[in-house]
């Protein structure tokens, strides 16, 4: 089975701080995924990466960077965390285009 | 850009079928699929239909696929309260699009 983790279920954090967000999947994917969701909104893609090293911005990057050093593993940055950012990320990996498979999810709150 | 669209919210009784819709506007599809997000929980792939086909039967779970209409449902039978979660349909076209969710509660 594939299994994606993430580093935290619920986090809570002060405006201004760093947030890090990691992401691990153990079966070897390509793609990886990092998504937020919110009521009514769905799933929002922010960034995704296709290869070590590589990244691509989703559709609302902004506020966030990532880092994809190791092929298994890839971490949402949040700068300069802000109320507004306070969401469910949920990370994705997959092999190549198609199917993707989700780790549970990382509540953020950010006061 | 390319967009889908899911109801927000559908209730039902147990035991009777749920009819979840969703309609989407990139033809480009190669995939549809259907997640099921329970509460606290990310995502699990509950099945997914080719575009060339126009229906799969997967046990209480029931695809339909109108390409051209750009519509899709699913339908479970013999609705439980174990099924009460967020749907989400997906549309794996030039990227894969979600829609919002539909939040399905059942009702005893």
């Known amino acids: 089975d594939v299994k994606v983790t993430q580093s935290s279920r619920y986090l809570v954090k002060r405006t201004g701080e760093k947030v890090f967000l990691e992401c691990v999947q153990d079966?070897?994917?390509?793609?990886m995924f990092w998504y937020r969701q919110d009521p009514g909104l769905g799933l929002r893609l922010i960034y995704f990466s296709y290869d070590v090293k590589m990244k691509e911005k989703g559709d609302i990057p902004e506020g966030y960077s990532v880092s994809r050093e190791k092929k298994e593993r890839f971490s949402l940055i949040l700068e300069s965390a802000s109320t507004n950012q306070t969401s469910m990320y949920l990370c994705?990996?997959?092999?190549?285009?198609?199917?993707?498979?989700f780790g549970p999810g990382t509540r953020l709150t950010v006061t | 850009g390319e967009d889908v669209e899911q109801s927000l919210f559908l209730s039902v009784r147990e035991g009777d079928s749920s009819v979840i819709n969703c309609t989407y506007t990139d033809s480009s599809s190669t995939y549809l699929y259907w997640y099921k997000q329970e509460p606290g929980a990310g995502l699990q792939l509950l099945t997914y239909?080719?575009?060339?086909?126009d229906m799969k039967q997967d046990q209480r779970l029931t695809v339909l696929l109108n390409k051209k209409d750009k519509h899709l449902s699913l339908r479970i039978a013999d609705t439980q309260t174990g099924d009460s979660a967020i749907y989400f349909c997906?549309?794996?076209?030039?990227?894969?699009?979600f829609g919002q969710g539909t939040e399905l509660s059942v009702k005893p």
């Open positions: 079966m070897d994917h390509e793609n």
């Open positions: 997906a549309n794996q076209g030039g990227k894969l699009i």
């Open positions: 239909i080719f575009s060339n086909m």
């Open positions: 994705a990996s997959a092999a190549g285009a198609g199917e993707q498979y």
